[in-house]
């Protein structure tokens, strides 16, 4: 289901900048997102800046969220305490992204002994692209696509829809042990088509 | 073993939890790879959470400003409001009882049980032709965002943000339900708590004052920006 977000999503636009008091807690992230200048006075500048940013690119990474909490505290303890600020924004992000990239294959090197996924991307326009799920969704929706039209529903039922497997085999009217093999063969479907993506 | 190893995986990254390390075979990476990409799409589920964000920034603050003080923590206003009125209810009802014994015709007691008026406001959040019968909408109105439903002839709208740690819910069809991409809560959309995890009890989502003026739907906001626990009893037009 695609949702229409109604309401103004100006107010995020319309944050100031320039704003040099450390933002409020409740203040939504997506609000800080924005600096003015192309310098970073302080750390509180580099973290309002850019954690929403390290935090999606390692979701999209790892695929579960306390994983990629700690790989964005993990990246941002490392690279906060040697920082020299002020600084520019484009030397703390490219030095972030250095750090990112071997925090992840660290991550990988010591849970599954494989590099299941790298930070392989041009750091400009990881930080410069407007909608940053928008990657990801798209690589989901090609991989999708390209599926059987069982293979896709069962796999847009239990990762995108949030489904348990009990009610993705209630939906497709079969038995939930049926409902486990689909899964497992689709996915094996959707991995070969994504290496075939490249 | 291998096989148990990213059946386990790819369940864990289904059900938002950590998933457990095995040692991998190549075609296992490919598995898990696959499996992350469509999990990572999930609608919504990448941003980080705001207890998240207050949680790293404040240790950040300890690790790298250790001479300065961070304010009283600004992440719990809800739980200090309640505190303070808490308070202020004693400190009222003290009140009350020394004016009483002096004046009896003092006026009513300052603190607990008197109406506040509240100065929230009404929001346009989407045009009614937007949301026809049996349709949900997301919407977002000042600080408050939240999803709006018709429902035979009739308008629900609740807070769209987890009551367990304030994670933005995301809409889930089949059937159409708010799931939270944090802990992966699930709520009807009348704000009832349908199943979770997670070790504490969960309160429903609150609900929204709704009306239709003028071809808009329109959300009531309280002042406080938070959505009350209940529609306001005392709203006008």
Known sequence: ?198 | MAVRGITRYIEDLLRSRRPRKFAASEQDADLARAAITLRAARPGSDAPAEEFVTALHKRLAADLDPVIRQPVSARRPILLAGTAAAGAAVVGAGIDHVLTARSPAAGPAPGAGVLKPDHGTWHTVLASVDLPDGAVRAFTAGAVTGFVQRATGRLHAVSGICTHQGCKLALAAHPARLVCPCHGATFALDGAVLRHRLPVPLTALPRLAVREASGSVQVYVPASGLPPTEAPATVRD
């Open chain 1, 1 to 198: 289901m695609r949702l229409a977000r109604a309401g103004s999503r100006a107010s995020k636009a319309a944050a100031p900048g320039q704003d040099p008091q450390p933002a409020s807690a409740r203040e939504p992230v997506a609000r800080l997102r924005s600096v003015g200048g192309d310098i970073y006075p302080d750390w509180e500048a580099v973290y309002r800046d850019n954690i929403a940013m390290v935090h999606r690119l390692m979701f999209a990474k790892v695929g579960n969220r306390p994983d990629a909490e700690d790989l964005t505290t993990e990246v941002f303890l490392a690279v906060l305490r040697p920082l020299r600020l002020p600084a520019s924004v484009g030397e703390v992000r490219a030095y972030l992204f250095a750090t990112a990239r071997t925090v992840l294959a660290r991550y990988w090197a010591r849970t599954l002994g494989q590099q299941v996924s790298t930070l392989a991307e041009d750091p400009a326009e990881v930080f410069s692209s407007a909608p940053p799920e928008s990657h990801a969704a798209q690589r989901a929706e090609r991989i999708l696509a390209a599926l059987p039209d069982r293979y896709r529903r069962i796999l847009h039922l239990r990762f995108l829809d949030a489904c348990t497997v009990a009610e993705a085999a209630q939906a497709l009217e079969i038995s939930v042990a049926n409902a486990k093999v689909l899964q497992h063969r689709a996915l094996r479907r959707a991995a070969e088509i994504a290496a075939e993506l490249g």
